[in-house]
C-alpha cells in the first residue's frame, strides 16, 4: 500500500497520556479527562512501618509534569459536590518521607469522588488494603475511573453514556481498584468496583460479584467483579506479566470485608 506522504506534512495529531513515575507510585495521566487512567502502587511492611504520625499533610497542587493546558482546575471542585480523591492514598506513602507524602497531592494524582464514598466505603476499603501489607511480603495495586453507561429509561433507551463534569474535569462513574499480593511463592489477586455515589447498590455488569451479592455493608464481596469484566470496561490489561494461571483468589484466603 502506498501512503500519502503529504498526510504528515503538517504533522499528526498528537494524543499523549502522560506517564509519571514516582518513589512508590506510578500514575499515567489522561488529558482528556484531566484525572488519571489509572496509578499503580507498590507496599510492604517495612515501608508501612516508618510512619512518621507527625507529617503535616500539605495542599493539593498542580502538577508541572503537565502541560497547563491539560490541567486539572483545582478551583472546579469548590462548591461542586465532589471531593479531591486520591487515587494513590496519602496513608499509603506517609513512611516515605514528606517529598514522597506530597506527591499524593498533585492534582495528577486526584478524581473526582463523591463524597458518599469517598468519606465511607472507599476510606474503609484503602485501610483494609493497608491492613494486607502485614499479612503479605508484597502488595500492589491498581487504581483508576471507569466511565460506565448508565440505564437511561426516560427516552426508552437501553444505556445512556451521561457523566457530570466539572470545570472540565470528567466525574467518573465508578472507581476500581486491583488488589495483588504475594505471600512466599504463592499470588492472590482481587478486583473490587465501587459506584462513585451514594447508592451502592447500582453496580455495573462490570462489577458483578462472582457468587452471590451479600447484604452485609462492610462485605467487599458485593464490590468483587471478574478481572475480565473489569478489564474490558477499562481498556486496560492489568498486571500484563503475570501469569495469571498461579493466581489464587484473595478473598478466599483473607476475609474481604471491613
Not at 491498581?142 to 427516552?155: H, S
Not at 512466599?184 to 452471590?212: M, R, W, Y
Request: with cysteine; hydrophobic share 40%; aromatic share 10%.
Amino acid at each position: 500500500m502506498k501512503i500519502d506522504e503529504r498526510l504528515y506534512k503538517f504533522g499528526l495529531p498528537q494524543t499523549i497520556n502522560d506517564l509519571l513515575p514516582r518513589e512508590h507510585h506510578v500514575v499515567l495521566y489522561n488529558r482528556a479527562t484531566r484525572v488519571p487512567h489509572w496509578v499503580l502502587e507498590r507496599m510492604d511492611l517495612e515501608h508501612m512501618d516508618m510512619a512518621d504520625k507527625e507529617l503535616k499533610r500539605p495542599p493539593f497542587r498542580d502538577d508541572p509534569a503537565i502541560p497547563a493546558l491539560f490541567r486539572a482546575d483545582m478551583g472546579a471542585y469548590v462548591k461542586s459536590g465532589y471531593d479531591r480523591g486520591h487515587l494513590a492514598a496519602a496513608a499509603n506513602h506517609r513512611a516515605s518521607g514528606a517529598a514522597t507524602y506530597d506527591e499524593t497531592f498533585l492534582m495528577s494524582n486526584v478524581a473526582p469522588q463523591h463524597p458518599y464514598l469517598n468519606r465511607k466505603a472507599w476510606r474503609h476499603f484503602e485501610a483494609y488494603v493497608r491492613d494486607l501489607v502485614g499479612l503479605f511480603d508484597d502488595v500492589c495495586c491498581v487504581t483508576g475511573p471507569l466511565y460506565v453507561p448508565r440505564p437511561d429509561q426516560a427516552n426508552g433507551a437501553a444505556a445512556a453514556a451521561t457523566t457530570d463534569l466539572i470545570g472540565g474535569i470528567i466525574v467518573p462513574t465508578h472507581f476500581y481498584k486491583v488488589v495483588l499480593c504475594v505471600k512466599d511463592d504463592n499470588i492472590f489477586l482481587e478486583s473490587f468496583v465501587f459506584p462513585n455515589g451514594p447508592d451502592q447498590t447500582h453496580l455495573h455488569s462490570a462489577s458483578k460479584a462472582n457468587g452471590k451479592r451479600s447484604n452485609s455493608k462492610t462485605a467487599l464481596e458485593q464490590y468483587r467483579c471478574s478481572i475480565t469484566d473489569l478489564e474490558r470496561a477499562a481498556g486496560t490489561v492489568f498486571f500484563p506479566k503475570l501469569n495469571r494461571r498461579r493466581v489464587l483468589p484473595l478473598c478466599l484466603h483473607v476475609p474481604c470485608q471491613f
